[in-house]
C-alpha cells in the first residue's frame, strides 16, 4: 500500500512538472547558421530557456520545414505555427507601413530605430499592425547597416541601377526600381549562384557578416558600404494572439525579458561581427567604397518619390512617418 501511495505521488508530481512547462513551435525566416540573422533567434532561444529555468521552450525549425521562408503570418495567425523569428516587412505586400518598422531608408542606426519600434512613438503603430493579423510581436534586435550593393561593374553616376537586374526586398526594392532597376527577391546560395552566373548585375543583400558567410564576395568584386536605403533590419518574434494570452504572466515577462537581453547582445555582436566581416572583404580584394555623392542624392530622390507614392495611398504609411523622429523625415 505504502509502494501505491508513493508512486502515486511521484506520478502525480511529474505530472504537474509537465503541465507547468510550455514549448512554442518557432519557425525561423533566416537559417540559424546565418550571421545575426539566424544566430540571434540561437540566442533568444538559449535565453528563453535559461531565464524560465527549462519551464519555457522556444523550438525552433528552419526556414521550409514547416511553412516557406517569408511566409510565415498567416500561419502564426492561424494559430498552425506558435510563432515566428523575421522582420516586419515580410507583410509589406499586404501592409505598406510594415517595410517602415524593418528600416526607414536614410532613417536612425539600429540601436535608434529598435528603440523607437519597442520603447518610443513607433510602439502603439507597431501593435496596432500586428494586431490587424491576428499575432503579437515582440521587437528583439536590430542589425545593419546593410551594404548598398554588390556589383559586377562600377555603377554610372549619371543613372546608377537604370537598367540592372537587382536583388533587393522591401523598401529598397522599391526605391532601385524607382531609379529604373529590375528587382527580384534571391535568398542565400540562390544569391550567389544569380549573381555569379549573371541572372543578377548587383545585390542589395544583407549585412556584411552575412553577406559573407553566403559567399558574395567570392562572386561580385565590387562592393558598395553602407546602405543609406537600409540601415537597420529589425529582427523580431511574432506569436498567435491566442496562444499569447494562453501564456502565464511569468512566461509573456520571460519573452519579453529575453528580447531585451537579446537586443542589448546583437548591439555589440553587430559591430563586431560587420566589421571582421569587412576586413575579409578587403583581403579578398574586392574593391570596397561608399556610395558616391551623386548616387546618394540619386537615391534620395527616389526614396522620397516612393514615400510620396506610399503615402498617397496609404493612411497607416503617413501614419507610421509622421511618428518617425522629426530630423529624420
Known sequence: MRFFLFTLMVALLCSASASAREQLNLHLAFSSRTPLYGTLATRLVAEVSERSGGQLRLRPHEPGAMVPRFSYLDAVAQGSVDAAWGTPAVLSGRAPEAALFTGVPFGLDPAAHLAWVRDGAGRPLYDSLYKRFGVVGLPCASVGPDGLAWLQAPLDEAAPFRGLRVRAFGLPARILDALGAGSAIGFGADLVVGLGTGAFDAAEAS???????????????????????????????????????????????????????????????????????????????????????????????????????????????????????????
Open 207 to 329: 549585412v556584411p557578416a552575412a553577406d559573407v558567410a553566403f559567399g558574395l564576395h567570392k562572386v561580385a568584386p565590387i562592393y558598395l558600404y553602407p546602405s543609406p536605403i537600409q540601415p537597420t533590419t529589425l529582427l523580431d518574434l511574432v506569436i498567435n494572439g491566442e496562444r499569447w494570452h494562453r501564456l502565464s504572466a511569468d512566461a509573456r515577462a520571460t519573452l519579453m525579458e529575453a528580447c531585451s537581453a537579446t537586443a542589448e547582445f546583437a548591439d555589440a555582436t553587430n559591430l563586431e561581427a560587420n566589421a571582421a566581416a569587412l576586413r575579409s572583404i578587403v583581403e579578398a580584394r574586392v574593391a570596397v567604397s561608399a556610395p558616391s555623392d551623386a548616387t546618394v542624392a540619386a537615391l534620395r530622390g527616389a526614396w522620397m518619390a516612393v514615400r510620396s507614392l506610399e503615402g498617397a495611398s496609404s493612411d497607416r504609411f503617413t501614419a507610421v512617418m509622421r511618428a518617425y523622429p522629426a530630423e529624420q523625415n
